[in-house]
């Protein structure tokens, strides 16, 4: 597969345990967040999304939490497969405006590394 | 598989070239985006279509331009080119003109030598 980044920070995470990914984002106006998994030679892949007005929001074994004071962003993967090996980038759309919420600005990303 | 198609998968070309990625979206999406990824910046909005208009435009150069034609395909026109624009560029598409969900393809691996 190709790399997608040569610095990236690395999580390593044991088969069935919790992984958290965090993020600081830079917009503190930004109103939309998501979450992408980015797997070797493929595109990035929506996970979950959230808006400023929340601060919790949940999918299919994952949690995405948001600290507008901080400017925190985070993803919880409960129970990691090795299928969840991949980079995670966070995403931001700034204010949003009709023209905004396809111009994300990507964090840089963390490569997920899940251990048998 | 997202739906979104993109050819061609890797472009080996020379300095001062010019080259054209094309993108299919996913069947009745009417957007399409484009983004660069490069191992020094990350992924970079590049611009959005919208039913064949440009709706949005990011940090894209003025070397680069793009069009969506009536059937909503997308082509990426990159001229000129320079060593700094090798990168994977990605083609994503949603279904309105306000993204939320973006699907991306699998991305056009360009290198220029």
């Known amino acids: 597969g190709e790399s997608v980044g040569l610095h990236l920070p690395t999580l390593s995470v044991q088969e069935g345990d919790n992984s958290i990914i965090n993020c600081a984002y830079s917009?503190?106006?930004?109103?939309?967040f998501i979450w992408y998994k980015q797997e070797s030679g493929k595109g990035p892949q929506f996970i979950i999304d959230i808006r400023s007005n929340m601060d919790k929001r949940q999918g299919q074994r994952v949690t995405v939490l948001l600290n507008k004071t901080v400017k925190h962003l985070s993803l919880q993967i409960a129970a990691t497969q090795p299928g969840d090996s991949a980079v995670y980038f966070c995403?931001?759309?700034?204010?949003?405006?009709?023209?905004?919420?396809?111009?994300?600005?990507f964090g840089a990303g963390t490569q997920v590394v899940v251990t048998p | 598989d997202s739906g979104v198609t993109q050819t061609p998968k890797h472009l080996i070309t020379a300095t001062g070239q010019r080259v054209t990625l094309r993108c299919s979206p996913r069947s009745g999406d009417l957007s399409v985006y484009w983004y660069q990824q490069s191992l020094d910046q990350g992924l970079q909005f590049l611009i959005q279509y919208y039913n064949g208009e440009e709706r949005a435009k990011g940090n894209i150069l003025e070397r680069f331009s793009a069009q969506q034609f009536p059937d909503l395909h997308s082509e990426l026109n990159l001229s000129s080119l320079e060593l700094g624009d090798s990168a994977l560029y990605f083609c994503?598409?949603?279904?309105?003109?306000?993204?939320?969900?973006?699907?991306f393809g699998e991305g056009s691996r360009l290198t220029v030598l």
């Open positions: 994503a598409s949603s279904a309105g003109p306000q993204g939320g969900e973006l699907f």
């Open positions: 995403a931001e759309t700034g204010v949003m405006t009709t023209d905004s919420w396809g111009k994300l600005q």
């Open positions: 917009n503190s106006a930004s109103d939309y």
